[in-house]
Antibody, heavy 122, light 108 residues
Framework: QVQLQESGPGLVKPSQTLSLTCTVS??????????WSWIRQHPGKGLEWIGY???????YYNPSLQSRLTMSLDTSENQFSLKLSSVTAADTAVYYC??????????????WGQGALVTISS | EIVLTQSPGTLSLSPGERATLSCGAS??????LAWYQQKPGQAPRVLIYGASIRATDIPDRFSGSGSGTDFTLTISRLEPEDFAVYYCQQYGNASPLTFGGGTKVEIK
């Protein structure tokens, strides 16, 4: 059973960089065919795709956040990471990591972390 | 960017009733649409992918239909554990992946 767990600071100051790591267990992030993803949910709101990184290391970012985003893989630790720079209060949200995988040629998010609340405040 | 519009915003029903949730896409997405269920304090869970394929271990009271721009999630008979928020999600060509705004199914 694949499990994902987010970790990182729960409080970040405005203008600083938000950094989160997702640790994957029960499967290797180097396994072919998966996109390792970040999704966020503003308090009481819907879901927003942030981006994902393919098992090969190629990232794909939401254009609305692209200029501030960096995603990476650490295959030795079976982790992937998110960095979002120049944060403001509008980046306060629950951040989920998730696996984007395919079946029958369709893609969907099949495994999710429990979510990590990140608050942007001085 | 493809916008997904879900309706209604809230659906008030009793256990045992049928729930019909709609998701409309601003451009055609073929069958590249999934449905998720989210309960308070939990991560979403995939119910349907490819517009109509039930995910692993999802009860057959959940069904999805549609293609192109109009999609429906139907829960044939609501169980107490089905009261939650439901999101549709698309990944059409030349558009970032997007989610709908959600439909809350609440107990009447």
């Amino acid at each position: 059973q694949v499990q994902l767990q987010e970790s990182g600071p729960g409080l970040v100051k405005p203008s600083q960089t938000l950094s989160l790591t997702c640790t994957v267990s029960g499967g290797s992030i180097s396994s072919g065919g998966y996109y390792w993803s970040w999704i966020r949910q503003h308090p009481g709101k819907g879901l927003e795709w942030i981006g994902y990184i393919y098992y090969s290391g190629t990232p794909y970012y939401n254009p609305s956040l692209q200029s501030r985003l960096t995603m990476s893989l650490d295959t030795s630790e079976n982790q992937f990471s998110l960095k979002l720079s120049s944060v403001t209060a509008a980046d306060t949200a629950v951040y989920y990591c998730a696996r984007y995988s395919s079946a029958n040629r369709f893609y969907f998010f099949d495994y999710w972390g429990q979510g990590a609340l990140v608050t942007i405040s001085s | 960017e493809i916008v997904l519009t879900q309706s209604p915003g809230t659906l008030s029903l009793s256990p045992g009733e049928r729930a019909t949730l709609s998701c409309g896409a601003s451009q055609g997405v073929s069958s590249f649409l999934a449905w998720y269920q989210q309960k308070p304090g939990q991560a979403p869970r995939v119910l349907i992918y490819g517009a109509s394929i039930r995910a692993t271990d999802i009860p057959d009271r959940f069904s999805g239909s549609g293609s192109g721009t109009d999609f429906t999630l139907t829960i044939s008979r609501l169980e107490p554990e089905d009261f939650a928020v439901y999101y549709c999600q698309q990944y059409g060509n030349a558009s970032p992946l997007t989610f709908g705004g959600g439909t809350k199914v609440e107990i009447k």
